[in-house]
């Protein structure tokens, strides 16, 4: 489940350039949910889930997912709990790798790292 509450973000603000690029976004889904985010250039959906992500922090407004709250969470905790799929099939993955590779590092992501083969038999089967 992922729920938003109230998200706002501003950039630069006080200043001439200040941009108000969430005001008061509110989000409820639940496991299995399917949503798409439409709008035009500067509409706010890079900033939105950005904000989801914890690339940056956002102003006012609380961010859970499965009930554990992230909106103070730095990125790198998150990804724990979430992982991102870019536009541009290169970020994010490795392009030397197999897929079933990419895969099996973006199974363990938030987990502590250890010393093993990359790929087991078992994930393989899996993937």
């Known amino acids: 489940m992922l729920e938003l ?38 509409a706010g959906k890079s900033t939105l889930l950005n904000s989801i992500a914890g690339v940056f922090p956002i102003d006012e407004g609380s961010i859970t997912i499965d009930d554990v709250e992230l909106t103070r969470m730095p990125e790198h905790k998150r990804a724990r709990y979430i992982g991102r799929v870019f536009q541009d099939p290169m970020m994010g993955t ?32 899996h993937f």
């Open 5 to 42: 509450k109230n998200i706002s973000k501003t950039f630069f603000p006080g200043t001439i350039n200040e941009k108000k690029a969430l005001r008061g976004v509110n989000l409820h889904m639940e496991t299995g949910d399917f949503i798409t985010i439409i709008g035009g250039n500067g």
């Open 94 to 125: 490795a392009a030397g790798m197999m897929i079933e590779e990419n895969l099996a590092i973006a199974s363990r992501r938030g987990k502590r790292p250890g010393l093993s083969w990359a790929l087991k038999e078992d994930e393989r089967a």
